[in-house]
């Protein structure tokens, strides 16, 4: 039995931080990564999907380049082997220097393998077996398969293993018209793949508002993605070339390659929780207090396997609230983080705090400034118009609730929104600061100047 001060199990978003930071006391840490150092965001996540986007941009830039007086010698060819080893290049670099540092680090014993419970503060990686007082579970997640009549007859790919495919699909067919099935349509859309999007519920991210979706719906349309939302009786069966892809009241569509985008699951289920007594909800994730403590003490739950965000900035936070908790006697909690993502199709969606009807359904007096890019001038500038700002604030209290801005460089721009938040000021405060001209940010300002009751 090895002896341990501290186990991290999972060296993705949150796990390499904490046992780099508890190393640091001199405390003696064992992390165990059965996988890919760097875990979904490096390998499977956010870096390569980045990297494809950025490419994809180029290409799409470079296909209007007339528009904006440049010549090119001929059309735009796309060398996906060349695009992937870019790709595969950024991962690699990211990956291995983290490998290197958990190998190198002093106090750190970096174990290979799946780590699994065998009592409350015991564990094996490999048949080892392992104790420590504290443990911390950084396993995050995986894609899930929705059960689809057929899906065990034909080939499908997730996120993972889409990213290794050597030549370009003719036609990708994607299950789920969220963030991983939108951005993943418009990469491959625009780097020669046809994209056909399937979406059960009536719109796309149906979790934002309205018009956003109908504005990502428009845009994606324009660049030649098809959309199928509302999808009833889908059930797929092998083709000749692929899959048949057949649902109620559409043609039969056949696809090279079918992509499943329809939500992820916690890697929780393979981890031993019953024999530590941890508890998990009914989706599997583990439940967690407000400072991330599992229902055992001294064992806590981190990143996207608590079900508390499902990010990569949320799983690092993860690791400052417990960090600070432990090591620096402060009392950080989750419930104070905002929430803050982007969806990164070109133009992105920044979005901060609530949506306008989450904001109504929370019983505000909303106030909403709205401002489509084609009146941000920049956005004219860049010859990039599409999208809007949307800003929401309370009427009594005149704090900012949420914000949407989707446009180019929304992803950045919503910060300013998401900093005067969190800082619980009022929208005046931001409204009276003089923001650089011609930015995105620079209407920000403006917007929170014209803000009117929100739509009945
Ligand atoms: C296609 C895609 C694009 C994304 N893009 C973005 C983005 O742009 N921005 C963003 O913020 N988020 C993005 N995300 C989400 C983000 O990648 C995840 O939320 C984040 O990586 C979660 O981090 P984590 O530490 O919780 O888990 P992970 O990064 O998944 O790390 C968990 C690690 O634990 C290991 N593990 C699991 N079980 C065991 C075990 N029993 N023993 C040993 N090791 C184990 C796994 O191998 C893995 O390495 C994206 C996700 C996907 C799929
Ligand atoms: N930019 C980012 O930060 C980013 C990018 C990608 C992923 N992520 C993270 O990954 C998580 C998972 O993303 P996701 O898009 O896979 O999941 P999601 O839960 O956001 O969306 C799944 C979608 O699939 C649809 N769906 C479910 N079953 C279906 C079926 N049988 N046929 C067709 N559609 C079906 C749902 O209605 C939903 O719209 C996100 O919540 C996000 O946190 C983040």
Not at 72 to 96: E, H
Not at 123 to 141: C, H, S, T, Y
Request: proline content about 6%; some cysteine; hydrophobic content about 45%.
């Amino acid at each position: 039995m090895a002896n341990f001060d501290a186990i991290v199990i999972g060296a993705g978003q949150a796990g390499p931080s904490l046992a780099f930071r508890l190393a640091a006391t001199g405390r003696r840490v064992a992390l165990a990564e059965r996988s890919a150092v760097g875990g979904t965001c490096v390998n499977t996540g956010c870096t390569p999907t980045k990297t494809l986007v950025a490419s994809a941009r180029l290409a799409q830039l470079a296909r209007r380049a007339a528009e904006y007086g440049i010549e090119l010698p001929g059309p735009v060819g796309i060398d996906w082997p060349r695009v992937k080893a870019r790709m595969d290049a950024v991962v690699a670099r990211s990956r291995d220097g983290l490998t290197r540092a958990l190998e190198e680090a002093e106090n750190i014993t970096f174990l290979r393998g799946h780590a699994r419970f065998t009592g409350p503060h015991a564990m094996e990686v490999n048949g080892q077996p392992l104790r420590a007082p504290w443990i911390f579970l950084d396993v995050g997640g995986r894609a899930a398969a929705p059960p689809i009549p057929g899906l065990e007859t034909v080939p499908w790919l997730t996120n993972t293993t889409l990213l290794q495919l050597e030549t370009m699909p003719r036609h990708l067919a994607i299950l789920g018209g969220s963030y991983i099935g939108l951005e993943f349509a418009q990469v491959f859309r625009r780097l020669g793949a046809e994209v056909t999007v399937l979406e059960v519920a009536p719109r796309l991210i149906p979790r934002e508002d309205e018009e956003v979706s109908a504005t990502i719906r428009d845009m994606l349309e324009a660049e030649g993605i098809a959309f199928h939302l509302g999808a009833k009786g889908l059930s797929v069966a092998p083709a000749p070339e692929g899959v048949a892809l057949r649902l109620e009241g559409a043609p039969k569509i056949h696809a090279s390659h079918l992509l499943l985008a329809t939500g992820r699951r916690p890697n929780t289920d393979s981890l031993g929780l019953e024999a530590a007594g941890i508890a998990r909800d009914a989706r599997g994730f583990i439940t967690v207090d407000d400072e991330l403590q599992t229902s055992v003490p001294g064992i806590w739950a981190l990143g996207e396997c608590n079900g508390r965000g499902a990010f990569t900035h949320t799983a690092y936070n993860d690791y400052e609230i417990v960090a600070a908790n432990l090591l620096d006697g402060e009392a950080r909690r989750v419930t104070d983080r905002l929430p803050c993502y982007a969806l990164f199709t070109d133009p992105p969606l920044g979005r901060v705090g609530m949506t306008e009807r989450e904001a109504r359904e929370a019983g505000h007096e909303v106030l909403v400034g709205t401002r489509p890019m084609t009146r941000v001038s920049r956005a004219v500038e860049k010859g990039e118009t599409t999208g809007f700002m949307k800003v929401m604030v309370d009427a009594e209290s005149k704090r900012i609730l949420g914000a949407a801005i989707l446009g180019t460089d929304g992803d950045e721009a919503v910060h300013a929104l998401l900093d005067v938040m969190q800082a619980k000021l009022p929208y005046t405060a931001l409204q009276r600061t003089v923001h650089i001209h011609p930015t995105v940010s620079e209407l920000i300002p403006t917007l929170l100047g014209e803000l009117k009751p929100a739509r009945p």
